[in-house]
């Protein structure tokens, strides 16, 4: 299958992209490189560096190359981020993919796979969260994602466009290349929890800070289901193929339990040997208590379930990427 990444360059879309290869699909990757990087690419994949917004670029792409289908990883992800910066989120990641979805309506592009995010539940009113969920954001960037939830629903009704949308959060972890970890998290600047704790570990920052200790969850710190990256990968590449014979698709993608500040921090201190010093802070504006998704209905319809769902195994696979990209 002749397959769009955007995104390409960035953590996820770039474990993706291997595992496409893996599979023997064509890939082209777009991305703006502005998160994501040149080098992320593997060799013998063609990197185009483009806006999403950028309307003609597009198009012209889409006139040249006749892709099966696109699986749309551009975002900006940082909760946090988008309750200081709304706009950003919304022109990026709400009107820039309604620019992508004109282009592959006007090129007819069959099928798209679209990475969304459990934070367009908010804060739920019952844990695990199935997809039936009521959908209440509490931040712009879950905002801006359900939006494009939206979209995608009236692209199929009227242009025909079969789709998937996959909710997930916490994604950690890094993909396995003959037995070793060959690619993982490098965002900069970092924000995620676990790779801003194993910066503390390396001696490249003094201590990790923990945001709000007075939630109401058994050690008062945010609950979150981690979720190793290449099982994430895993349920794209499902859902992709189930689109040959699926006109629409919907599924949480979980551990099937979530894991609290405090407890990720006691797995990064197993797992690497440091004391990781740690600050409290206040709460973040934005920060649900509890997000863990239910994942059963994934699980039954396509036979997805994590591979690695130990905490520590994927803290692990991690730690040895983050070894690996320092000592170089």
């Known amino acids: 299958m002749k397959t769009l990444v955007t995104g390409g360059a960035g953590y996820i879309g770039g474990t993706v992209v291997r595992q496409l290869q893996q599979a023997g699909h064509h890939v082209t990757v777009y991305d703006n490189l502005g998160h994501g990087k040149r080098e992320n690419v593997p060799a013998g994949v063609p990197l185009i560096v483009g806006e999403l917004a950028d309307a003609a670029k597009l198009n012209d792409l889409f006139a040249k190359e006749k892709f099966d289908a696109v699986l749309h990883f551009a975002a900006l992800i940082e909760a946090g981020e988008s309750m200081l910066y709304p706009e950003k989120f919304f022109a990026n990641n709400t009107a820039a993919t309604l620019t992508l979805l004109t282009a592959m309506a006007a090129h007819k592009v069959p099928r798209l796979v679209f990475s969304s995010t459990a934070a367009v539940y908010g804060n739920p009113e019952s844990t695990p969260i199935p997809e039936t969920a009521t959908l209440a954001p509490t931040n712009p960037y879950g905002e801006s994602k359900l939006l494009v939830e939206q979209m995608l ?70 609950i979150r289901d981690y979720i190793h990256v290449a099982d994430i990968g895993r349920a794209h590449l499902l859902a992709l193929e189930a689109l040959a014979t699926k006109e629409t698709l919907l599924y949480n993608l979980g551990n099937g339990r979530g894991f609290s500040v405090r407890e990720v921090l006691e797995a990064v201190r197993r797992v690497t040997g440091h004391p990781i010093p740690a600050i409290e802070e206040p709460r ?37 990427w983050h070894q690996k990209r320092f000592s170089k």
């Open 153 to 222: 629903r009236w692209f199929h009704e009227v242009h025909g466009l079969r789709y998937a949308v996959l909710r997930y959060f916490n994604v950690a972890g890094a993909l396995l290349e003959n037995g070793k970890a060959g690619y993982g998290e490098q965002h900069e600047p970092e924000s995620h929890l676990i790779p801003l704790m194993l910066d503390v570990a390396l001696g490249l920052r003094p201590s990790i800070k923990i945001f709000g200790t007075d939630y109401p969850t058994p050690d008062g710190t945010c």
């Open 284 to 320: 973040r504006a934005g920060d649900p208590a509890v997000l863990v998704a239910d994942s059963a209905k994934i699980a039954t319809e396509l036979h997805w379930k994590p591979e690695a769902a130990k905490l520590d195994d994927i803290i692990a696979s991690a730690w040895s």
